[in-house]
Structure formats: structure tokens, C-alpha cells
């Protein structure tokens, strides 16, 4: 532990009381804090629905649109109807703002305030019907988030469990495990440029599982990880949230499992688990929304495509 998480210790405050005394410097987190919005267990149970089948933007704007319009079906920007759908936006139509990748915010119309062009063009499956549950199946997903884990310290290993163990992750204490290769690039000839880094934690994962539900284990024991509830190596990478109580902290993860999985087309356990503190329960635990938000579309970032290193300014 070092010096300034110490300290907050002693002085009577968690990491996680911390994170909380600066909601108002996070705008989700600010904004349901002081509505109470989705606090309630069936207003929650109708965002993640929204969120999970809207899985054609990042869970975060899905959120977002959803604050803004809950009965939005598909969404696009103006130029993008006009040009993929010969359709123009209808008058005083609303304009819905999400974030834009590599700039500030996009202004996105929802197809029920557009009109069809001459040409009718027939709007295709994904914007009739874009609520249809998606059937997939893990295929890349789970080797990526592997591999893209590597650069945040962590080692992945998968062993022979009994049937009522799915996975844990647990912190790397002592020099037990060497440095891990993380490969950041190919040189002139194709071959790979890799980078050392020390191993900070270890996630187990039980093998006799299938490959979805190894997926789904390896989502849940980050989610524990990058919402802050094991503590971080870097502010700058995922907050410290340590000190939560159990409840916020499985509730968080299965949120986020369920999310991912369900945008993904496979089943989670996390379902389960959800419905059942949902019956028995009328409000939903003081989470971080922000957190669960961006915590989703990072593990879902890891499983598409490779990520850089990470960097002390990040």
C-alpha cells in the first residue's frame, strides 16, 4: 500500500468514500445521484435492456441516448441517413448528443424523426428490428481480452476446477510470476516487438467451462478489477474504490457481465443472479454509473481489437 492510500486509511476515509466525495467531478454519476434516476430495480432492469440490446454504440452513449430518449430505436447521425438511407430529418426534430470517438460530442437523430427520400430506399434489418435478441458465440473475444489484459499486469491462467468454481482473481504479492510479453507492434520483417511487463494480478479461469462461459468468468473478475474494488497501480488507469461493501461490488460486476454477454449474444449466470436482487429488492445498491458504463465498453474494447500499452499520462 502506498503512502497517500495509507494515509486515507488512517485518517477514516476508504478509496471508495473518496470516489464518492467526488461524484460531482463525474457527470452520470452526478446526474443519478441527484435524480434518482434508475435507483429503482425495474427502472435499472429497463437501462440495461436498452444498453445491452443497443450494442451497435458503446455502452456508455447507449446510456446516454437512453437518459435522453428511452424509446429511441436507431440512431445515426444526418449526413449518415442521408447518404446510407436517402432520408432527411423531419423539422424540429430533436437532436440527441453522444460522445464522438476522437472529439468532443456527435449529434445523432433517432429513425423516427427522419422522413424517406425519392428512392425509398428499405431500411434494413438492424434499424427495423434492432431490439432482436442477438445469437452468438465466442470465437476471438476471449484469446484478445487474454492478450490485452497482458498490459495491465495481469496473468491469465486456466486450470482443472470443480464444477462449483468458475474463476477468481486475486493480487500478485510476491515474485512468484516473471514478467509477462505484451506485444506492442511488428517490425520491418513482421516479426514482433514486445514490451515486459511485471505481473500485479492473477485472474484464474476453470477450463472444463465452455469458451462462453470462460468469457463471461474473465469479464466478471475484471469488472472487479477496473471498477477500483481490488485498488489500482495508477489513478490514471481505473480509480480505487476499495471499501465498497460486497453488495455494491458483486452488483457492479454482474451488471457489467450481463451487459457484455448479452450485447455479445451469449448467456451469462450473471442474468440470474440480477433478476432474483431485483424481486426481492426495490431499489438497486449505490453503484457507479459512470464506472459500470466505462468499465463495459473497455472489457467489450479488449475483445475486438489490440490495445496499446498503457502510458503514465493516460
Keep these: 500500500m502506498d503512502e497517500i492510500s495509507e494515509q486515507i486509511w488512517l485518517d477514516g476515509f476508504s478509496p471508495a468514500q473518496q470516489w464518492d466525495e467526488g461524484a460531482t467531478k463525474r457527470a452520470l454519476d452526478e446526474l443519478f445521484s441527484g435524480t434518482r434516476q434508475y435507483r429503482s430495480s425495474q427502472a435499472f432492469s429497463n437501462l440495461l435492456k436498452f444498453v445491452s440490446r443497443f450494442r451497435f454504440y458503446s455502452p456508455y452513449n447507449s446510456m446516454l441516448l437512453h437518459v435522453q430518449m428511452p424509446g429511441a430505436q436507431y440512431v445515426a447521425p444526418a449526413y449518415r441517413w442521408l447518404r446510407n438511407y436517402d432520408r432527411t430529418i423531419k ?47 465466442v ?31 486475486r493480487p500478485v504479492t510476491e515474485n512468484s510470476l516473471p514478467s509477462q510479453e505484451f506485444i506492442i507492434g511488428r517490425d ?54 476499495r471499501g465498497l461493501n460486497n453488495q455494491v461490488r458483486e452488483f457492479e460486476t454482474e451488471s457489467i457481465s450481463f451487459l457484455i454477454c448479452k450485447r455479445l449474444g451469449i448467456e451469462s449466470p450473471s442474468y440470474q443472479y440480477l433478476a432474483l436482487y431485483m424481486k426481492l429488492n ?30 503514465d499520462k493516460e
Design 91 to 137: 423539422p424540429n426534430a430533436r437532436p440527441l448528443v453522444i460522445l464522438q470517438p476522437m472529439g468532443p460530442v456527435m449529434f445523432v437523430f433517432d429513425v423516427s424523426d427522419t422522413l424517406p427520400g425519392e428512392k425509398n430506399i428499405p431500411l434494413p434489418p438492424e434499424v427495423e428490428h434492432p431490439f432482436e435478441t442477438a445469437k452468438g458465440r
Design 139 to 169: 470465437t476471438t473475444e476471449l484469446d484478445r481480452t487474454i492478450e490485452n489484459a497482458k498490459r495491465d499486469g495481469i496473468c491469465v491462467k486456466k486450470s482443472k476446477e470443480g464444477s462449483q468454481s468458475a474463476g477468481s482473481i
Design 188 to 241: 520491418q520483417n513482421g516479426e514482433p516487438i514486445v514490451v515486459y511487463i511485471p505481473v500485479r494480478y492473477c485472474i484464474i479461469i476453470n477450463e472444463n467451462l465452455s469458451p462462453e462461459a470462460q468469457y463471461a468468468t474473465l469479464v466478471h473478475e475484471l469488472a472487479h478489477l477496473y471498477c477500483g474494488h481490488l485498488g489500482t497501480p495508477n489513478q490514471k488507469w481505473w480509480p480505487d474504490r
Design 282 to 311: 426495490k431499489e438497486v445498491p449505490r453503484i457507479s454509473f459512470e464506472c459500470l458504463m466505462k468499465v463495459s465498453g473497455l472489457i467489450e474494447q479488449m475483445g475486438r481489437q489490440h490495445l496499446k500499452p498503457r502510458k
